[in-house]
């Protein structure tokens, strides 16, 4: 079984950075895709990012402002986000993605999460 603890969340004001961590144990995560996802209050889980070996995926609302990457040394997945703004508020999760489609469709083995909160 995979474990995943995020880290790297806390407060920042509106245009600012943070970077989220991914550490993997249990498993090497080197083989599998990886996915970001976050949920605000009162709203339902959404994706934001996946990685594989040669790709990355973002939706549209991240594209050109978040980052992901990964060091399969450190068994770690990272999203750097810029440009950040209030609506970017979440608790941000990773997740292994267990199934072969591209964006990966099939996630499991969640992490706890980290709050991000973007002040105005």
């Known amino acids: 079984q995979v474990q995943l603890v995020e880290s790297g969340g806390g407060l920042v004001q509106a245009g600012g950075s943070l970077r989220l961590s991914c550490v993997a144990s249990?498993?090497?995560?080197?083989?599998?895709?990886m996915g970001w996802f976050r949920q605000a209050p009162g709203k339902e889980r959404e994706f934001v990012a996946a990685i594989r070996w040669g790709g990355t995926y973002y939706v549209d609302f991240v594209e050109g402002r978040f980052t992901i990457s990964r060091d399969n040394a450190k068994n770690t997945v990272y999203l750097q986000m810029n440009r950040l703004t209030p609506e970017d508020t979440a608790i941000y999760y990773c997740?292994?993605?267990?199934?072969?489609?591209?964006?990966?469709?099939?996630?499991?083995?969640w992490g706890q999460g980290t709050q991000v909160t973007v002040s105005s």
């Open positions: 997740a292994v993605a267990y199934d072969s489609t591209w964006p990966p469709a099939d996630f499991g083995s």
């Open positions: 249990g498993r090497n995560i080197r083989n599998y895709a």
